[in-house]
């Protein structure tokens, strides 16, 4: 090993790469137990923890690859994922697999992929491109030149239809653009015409998504049809109380109340195993993690490892902050999972390859100068 590759080993953050271990470990044991249900003769458990240990062995393969790949040679590979990214998206809408009147999975023989969580990296990838071209906040020009790139993939995404996904590429986008600064002019107008523009998204959405946002404003109105997912999970949190009622112990979970237990409500079956004291370790966990991330970009010694650092801090916020707000009932379901606790093969697999990527950057902080 020449002295080169030593030095870059010895720059790898640790606390993000065993952070990232630990909540993995931490949502494999939870998947276990939102897979068990209780049976006469016993508890029974399906086998989703095996498909997530699997997916993760090759999530991990993935972030190391990631790791040790030089990620300012992606900057060359740029547009050819993008380009890459909008024709799977596309095959989806012509040619995917259908699934609860949504089409968001190409079949591959073996597995189904979801393009659409290649488009998470090919958004943050074309963006870092972009807005590291320069120093000055952004004008017009470039904001739309952003916003236009990123509004393709996401236009294809909304339209299988998968909102929860346009919307986390979308806050990943003006995320990354809030780290890149505007100019105060642009951001003038931006304060006066959103909250003009919002409402006007309510005629786009389908008639199941109104459905949510008005059951995320009052669940009572239809508590055994669209309020049954919020009430379920705010009861399965209440009554874990502050210690919880246990590993595989929980009431909600195992005998089958709580819906979407393994996916979008997994936090929910851990919150009443452990409890709000379990709870709070975990929300520390990924303060911590998310705190690496923020480091790391702020760190880095070219301007394109670090928006590649921010985009990667921002999707896995957004994802965390929407999971945790829709399982408390804080905010409407849509379907957004909460990351490494969560259980999906795609997810999981890009979940590992971005944290690769920001480990990458942390290595090579000290290897070349800032750009």
Same mark, same amino acid.
Request: with cysteine; net charge positive; charged share 10%.
């Given at each position: 090993? #020449?002295?080169?590759?030593?030095?870059?080993?010895?720059?790898?953050?640790?606390?993000?790469f065993g952070l990232t271990l630990m909540l993995f470990g931490l949502g494999v044991a939870n998947l276990y137990s939102a897979g068990g249900f209780r049976m006469e003769e016993g508890v029974a458990v399906h086998p989703f923890y095996q498909k997530q240990l699997l997916w993760g062995?090759?999530?991990l393969g993935g972030m190391i690859f990631f790791m040790f790949f030089d990620y300012r040679h992606l900057d060359?590979?740029?547009?050819?994922?993008?380009?890459? #990214?909008v024709i799977l998206l596309l095959a989806v809408l012509l040619w995917g697999q259908s699934a609860s009147g949504a089409r968001r999975w190409l079949s591959l023989g073996f597995v189904n992929f979801q393009p659409s969580e290649l488009a998470k990296i090919s958004i943050l990838l074309i963006a870092a491109k972009v807005l590291s071209r320069g120093r000055e906040k952004l004008d017009w020009v470039r904001l739309f030149l952003v916003l236009g790139l990123g509004l393709i993939p996401v236009a294809l995404i909304i339209l299988e239809p998968d909102l929860g996904s346009g919307m986390s590429i979308l806050l990943l986008i003006f995320g990354i653009i809030l780290y890149k600064g505007v100019q105060l002019r642009v951001f003038k107008v931006f304060l006066l015409v959103i909250p003009v523009v919002m409402p006007l998204f309510w005629f786009f959405l389908h008639d199941y998504q109104k459905q949510r946002i008005i059951t995320f404003l009052n669940p009572g109105r239809d508590p055994l049809g669209a309020g049954y997912h919020i009430i379920q999970s705010r009861i399965a949190i209440g009554s874990g109380r502050f210690w919880g009622k246990g590993f595989m112990a929980?009431?909600?979970?195992?005998?089958?109340?709580?819906?979407?237990?393994?996916t979008d409500f997994a936090l929910a079956v851990f919150c009443e195993e452990w409890g709000f004291f379990g709870s709070i370790i975990l929300l520390s966990f990924f303060c911590m993690f998310l705190y690496q991330m923020f480091l790391i970009a702020r760190d880095a010694k070219d301007r394109f490892g670090s928006f590649l650092a921010a985009g990667v801090f921002f999707y896995f916020f957004w994802q965390i902050f929407i999971n945790m707000g829709m399982v408390l009932g804080m905010m409407p379901v849509v379907g957004i999972p909460l990351p490494f606790m969560s259980y999906g093969g795609s997810a999981?697999?890009?979940?590992?390859?971005l944290i690769g990527l920001v480990l990458n950057v942390s290595m090579r902080r000290f290897v070349f100068k800032q750009a």
């Open positions: 090993m #020449t002295p080169f590759d030593r030095r870059i080993l010895l720059h790898i953050n640790w606390s993000l062995l090759i999530g060359a590979l740029t547009w050819p994922i993008f380009c890459l #990214t929980g009431t909600q979970g195992q005998l089958r109340f709580l819906p979407e237990k393994h999981t697999v890009v979940n590992f390859c």
